[in-house]
């Protein structure tokens, strides 16, 4: 399995609606708010051999009150 986080700036007074969203569809580990440039925080982890940028656009990215994401792909460092 391949460990990503994926940011996401939701648009003004739909950060709520967009976690509740997200939670229904249960693709992430876990899920924060954050403060600064991006409101949530994902940690997903998509299965070995699926493609992650399908994964993104066919499960967070349609999600209506997304303005912006930005997935960052994590490696065993060790």
């Known amino acids: 399995m391949a460990c990503l986080f994926v940011q996401i700036r939701c648009k003004p007074g739909k950060t709520y609606a967009v976690a509740d969203a997200i939670l229904l569809k249960e693709v992430h580990s876990e899920m924060y708010s954050t403060s ?4 949530l ?28 994401t930005l997935t960052t792909l994590t490696f065993s460092a060790f």
């Open 36 to 39: 600064g440039d991006f409101d």
């Open 41 to 68: 925080l994902l940690k997903i982890y998509v299965p070995e051999g699926q493609d992650i940028g399908r994964f993104i656009n066919d499960n967070i990215s349609p999600i209506e009150g997304i303005e912006r």
